[in-house]
């Protein structure tokens, strides 16, 4: 299969701050890759321009952005952003919540399809048994779950993350690394993970996509260069 994101020559800059300075790089399809870079890197900046490159291809029927410098190859692209905590009073059951990922337009029912899709996703990031419970009693890990079963539910052949243990402890953050890998695995989709934490890296992606000094660099997992994981430090979103 071709390649699912292409790269070439692209600068991203605002004002004259160039953020990304002329990259290029290609990631194969079906991968689990991790992009690292200090706070300010460009990470945000770079899966910005991925995703409104599918838009874009979506509205004029063309596979490529206006500028042409990036490619995504992508039916269906799924994004989870950095967590934010919807609030005390946000009224959603979890499995209500993850039904607003399915595209029904103003249909107010679900058909029966649709409401096994929500089971499907529920389950695989083991939240089955809290369907009914309401998303603002869960807990902050719980809620990542449901977010990001609310972006499996749309069946992705491109799934981006920012950050999404951001929130979670250790342990939480390491078993829904697990759990993505494994859905990535067996649905053969790709996955795109920003990440401040890079233990886990070598251990459970396939590439990584190194941001820094405005340039992108992409590797194997397995040669993750430590210097591209010494000089981080976690922000967690407080609201
Ligand atoms: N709309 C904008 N206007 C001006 N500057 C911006 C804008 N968006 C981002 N920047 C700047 O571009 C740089 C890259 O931001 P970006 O959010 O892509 O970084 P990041 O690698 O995702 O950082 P973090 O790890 O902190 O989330 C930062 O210096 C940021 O201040």
Known sequence: MAQQVEVSH??????????????????????????????????????????????????????QSHHEQIRVNSQNLAYVPQFRDLGDDYPLSIASFVALGLKKGLRPWLTKTEKEAIQTALAQVDLADLAKQRLADASGGQKQRAYIAQALVQNPDLLILDEPTAALDANHA?????????????????????????????????????????????????????HASSHHHQEVNHV
């Open 10 to 63: 692209f600068t991203a800059a605002f004002s004259d701050r160039v953020i990304l300075n002329d990259v290029s790089f290609s990631i194969p399809a079906h991968q689990f890759t991790v992009i690292v870079g200090e706070n300010g890197a460009g990470k945000t900046t770079l899966i910005k321009a991925l995703i409104q490159t599918v838009l874009g291809a979506k509205t004029t029927g063309r596979g």
């Open 174 to 226: 390491l078993a829904l690394v697990k759990r993505v890998r494994d859905l990535q695995q067996s649905r053969q989709i790709g996955v795109l993970w920003i990440s401040h934490d890079t233990s886990w890296v070598k251990d459970f992606a396939d590439d990584y996509l190194w941001l820094h000094d405005g340039q992108v660099d992409f590797g194997l997992a397995k040669d993750l260069p430590d």
